[in-house]
């Protein structure tokens, strides 16, 4: 399975989950899915024992079967870092992979085409993806009672398959051209 190969790889971090759905063939994924790796230890040559990542889409869920990506949510920090996401995952994208991404640079939904993938991006300013991804597609808590944790990501797919962006699709260098400037609140910790 293709989430069973990519966690041998040292690509899945922080996971939450990872494992296999009720329907055969399907695995899911809930963490942050490693774009860049860290390096290596001092001294080891094991490829799982690296420092922290150096990209990562965070909070993302994954559906997937044996050799391709069926459906990726998460938050990118950057729309500049879609194309890093492309090259190294693009064995296992396609046409129909079902993506809703949060970014934190972008003001106002958007819709870009990228190598031959359908990205629909929605802004994000805070709260956990996860959260803000079932409100956006009017999941209710009560629609994934007593589903496996695993199954949980395919009711988010089969929602996202019908998600629309209302906005026209615009191409990856238009898009750059409207990303804004991310203020950080400086405050952190008790006052």
């Excluded at 001294?43 to 990209?55: L, Q």
């Excluded at 559906?63 to 949510?73: E, G, M, R, V, Y």
């Excluded at 729309?79 to 492309?86: A, D, K, S």
Aim: aromatic share 10%; glycine share 6%; charged share 25%.
């Amino acid at each position: 399975m293709l989430l069973e190969t990519y966690d041998s790889q040292g690509l899945l971090w922080i996971t939450t989950l990872v494992g296999k759905t009720t329907k055969p063939g399907l695995s899911a994924f809930r963490g942050d899915l490693v774009l860049i790796e860290g390096a290596l230890r001092e001294g080891s040559t094991n490829i799982r024992d690296r420092k922290t990542p150096e990209m990562v889409i965070n909070q993302s869920a994954v559906l997937a079967d044996s050799d391709k990506i069926l459906f990726i949510n998460g938050l990118f920090f950057k729309l500049e870092h879609i194309p890093i996401f492309v090259e190294k995952y693009q064995a296992a994208l396609s046409p129909e992979t079902v993506t809703l991404f949060y970014v934190e640079n972008i003001a106002s939904p958007l819709q870009i085409n990228y190598e031959g993938i359908n990205f629909r991006l929605l802004p994000y300013k805070e709260g956990m993806v996860w959260n803000e991804t079932l409100e956006a597609l009017y999941i209710e808590k009560s629609d994934l009672k007593g589903q496996t944790a695993e199954d949980k990501v395919i009711t988010m797919f089969e929602a996202a398959k019908g998600f629309k962006i209302k906005s026209a699709p615009v191409s990856f260098e238009e898009a750059l051209s409207q990303t804004i400037e991310v203020k950080k609140d400086a405050s952190v910790g008790p006052v």
